[in-house]
């Protein structure tokens, strides 16, 4: 992931529980300067509302073609910088539990 993406770096951090997204936020905040997540869920009623992130360093990608790009933009747009480091949080086939 992220070979297009030159002078990016792309950081997984893997979850499979809901829960678990404070305590890798609280674990890797100094090491990411922008985190995309998977659906509004664990990002705005998760991650934002539970003041874990603020709006200006997280952003969630759509489901379809062009919104990972979109959500990339929003990014830099947003911060006013390239970012060099970056987390996107995604879903499996197999869905995600709660």
């Known amino acids: 992931m992220g070979a297009e993406f030159k002078g990016i770096e792309f950081i997984a951090y893997p979850d499979t529980h809901v ?13 990411v300067d922008q985190w ?5 869920f664990p990002y705005y009623y998760y991650a934002y509302q539970n003041g874990w992130i603020r709006s200006d360093e997280a952003a969630y990608a ?20 390239i970012i060099q ?9 197999r869905g995600y539990k709660t």
């Open 19 to 31: 829960q678990e997204i404070e305590k890798i936020i609280a674990d890797n905040k100094t090491h």
């Open 62 to 81: 759509q489901l379809h073609g062009s919104g990972f790009l979109g959500a990339l933009l929003e990014g830099i747009f947003s911060k006013g910088e």
């Open 85 to 93: 480091r970056a987390s996107m949080d995604t879903l499996c086939n």
């Open 36 to 40: 995309y997540f998977s659906g509004q």
